[in-house]
């Protein structure tokens, strides 16, 4: 399980996997940044940036070991 913090402010979210993280970012986005959501410029590519920016951002982030903070 990795936790990540929204890329737009510190709130932030836990998956296994990217995609489980994006899902879990889902309702607080929905929530917090609907601004952003439901932005009429926003296009595909920029849904595809977003998707490689925080993918790579994800994969950057270490695992957390169970029953415990420490980051390995
Ligand atoms: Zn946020």
Redo the contacts with the bound molecule.
């Keep these: 399980m990795k936790t990540l913090k ?6 932030s979210a836990e998956g296994a996997t990217f995609e489980e993280w994006m899902e879990a ?1 889902h309702p ?2 929905e929530k ?2 609907a601004e952003v959501m439901n932005d009429l410029n926003h296009t595909k590519e920029d849904t595809e940036k977003w998707m490689i920016e925080n993918n790579a951002r994800f994969d950057a982030v270490s695992h957390v070991h169970k029953n415990s903070n420490i980051l390995l």
Excluded: G, I, Q, R
Excluded at 6 to 11: G, P
């Design positions: 929204c890329d737009l402010c510190e709130v970012l607080h986005y917090t940044h």
